[in-house]
């Protein structure tokens, strides 16, 4: 079946960086489009990032451009947000999705933008 681990979040300053990790299994990885998705406290999960299926173009948020990355290791089935220049605001649990299973989600990982 699917599944979707997050992993990588934690405490961090403002200004920090962190890389969050999605290990993707029970569908074919390497033809899936991807996303990342976040919600942060009291507010709607909201969508940060994707990245294409095939040729892996990226696309981000407005609240986000210039500051994460998204990327993918095919041979890992592993999805990737490199996340810099962290502030408060970024301060949410954050999932991975793959679209094409529309109501699934995995447990998410916290990450904490605090000084």
């Known amino acids: 079946q699917v599944q979707l681990v997050e992993s990588g979040g934690g405490l961090v300053q403002p200004g920090g960086s962190l890389t969050l990790s999605c290990a993707a299994s029970g569908f074919d990885f390497n033809v899936a489009g991807m996303s990342w998705y976040r919600q942060r406290p009291r507010k709607e999960r909201e969508w940060v990032s994707s990245?294409?299926?095939?040729?892996?173009?990226?696309y981000y948020s407005q609240s986000v451009k210039g500051r994460f990355t998204i990327s993918r290791d095919k041979a890992k089935n592993t999805l990737y947000l490199q996340m810099n220049n962290l502030k408060p605001d970024d301060t949410a649990v954050y999932y991975c999705?793959?679209?094409?299973?529309?109501?699934?989600w995995g447990p998410g990982t916290q990450v904490i933008v605090s000084s």
């Open positions: 990245i294409g299926a095939i040729v892996g173009k990226t």
């Open positions: 999705h793959n679209p094409t299973y529309s109501d699934f």
